[in-house]
């Protein structure tokens, strides 16, 4: 009887103890799962901010090569939309204490060119194009990986904004290349 009584609190302590521990493991493995999606989060949103960036230099490149004006409305609007996206990136990365560096030029969106004018225009249309449905993979990556709420917002809200960009480049491509092929 004398053992029951000393065998039973000792008992009760050891599964308090283990439970305990579990709930500590438990509470850790919680804070590490989310410490790897705030640093996915921060991952994504420094992606896809370089590569709205990298968008509105590619404008800023067909800008000074389109003595025609072909295209001017196009990267005109193109350009006024991501610098919108660009502000609203770095406003919710301020709220999220994240820091977006300021990244210097891409490398090849001034490079010397051997080809003609028509020919560089669609050239970085194309990569205007490419740079978008990238940015649209990051944004859908970004609202999956997130249970953030302004995260989710923003990866739909710019996500439609680029499938309608993306419709109106591919409008201009075709019409340039109709233009080409008239020449």
């Avoid at 989060?41 to 709205?52: D, G, K, P, T, W």
């Amino acid at each position: 009887m004398l053992l029951l009584v000393f065998a039973t609190p000792v008992l009760i302590s050891c599964n308090y103890i283990l439970e305990n521990n579990k709930r500590k493991k438990d509470i850790v493995s919680d804070i590490q799962t989310k410490i790897n999606t705030y640093k996915k989060e921060a991952e994504l949103l420094l992606r896809v901010s370089r590569n709205n960036l990298d968008i509105i230099e590619l404008c800023e490149a067909i800008k000074h090569v389109d003595t025609l004006k072909n295209v001017a409305q196009l990267t005109e609007r193109l350009e006024k939309t991501h610098f919108e996206i660009s502000k609203n990136y770095n406003k919710l990365a301020e709220d999220k204490l994240i820091s977006i560096p300021t990244y210097i030029s891409i490398n090849n969106a001034f490079e010397f060119r051997d080809d003609d004018n028509h020919a560089f225009i669609e050239k970085k249309l194309k990569q205007i194009l490419n740079k978008t449905e990238t940015q649209i993979q990051l944004l859908n990556t970004l609202g999956k990986t997130t249970n953030n709420v302004e995260f989710k917002v923003l990866a739909i809200k710019d996500t439609h904004t680029l499938k309608s960009n993306i419709n109106k480049i591919e409008d201009t491509l075709n019409r340039l290349n109709q233009e080409a092929q008239e020449i």
